[in-house]
């Protein structure tokens, strides 16, 4: 399950970048997409450990 935590998202894109098949900005805050929740790629997992806040759990 990827959550997004919008409390901790400072917006700074890097999730998208990576992963946009999952990730998009709204309103400068990382959402995930509809159906995308249960997505486990790499590149999710990659994003979990790049966000420099720990917005992302996965
Ligand atoms: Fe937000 Fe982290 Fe993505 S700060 S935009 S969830 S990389």
């Known amino acids: 399950m990827v959550l997004v935590d919008k409390e901790k998202c400072i917006g700074c ?3 998208e970048s ?4 999952v990730f ?5 805050k990382a959402v995930v ?3 995308k ?3 486990k790629s790499s590149s999710v997992k990659e994003a979990i450990q790049i966000c420099a806040v720990e ?3 996965g």
């Open 37 to 39: 929740a249960s997505s």
């Open 13 to 15: 894109g890097s999730c």
């Open 24 to 28: 998009e900005m709204i309103d400068g």
């Open 55 to 57: 917005a992302i759990k």
């Open 33 to 35: 997409k509809a159906g």
């Open 18 to 21: 990576i992963c946009p098949e």
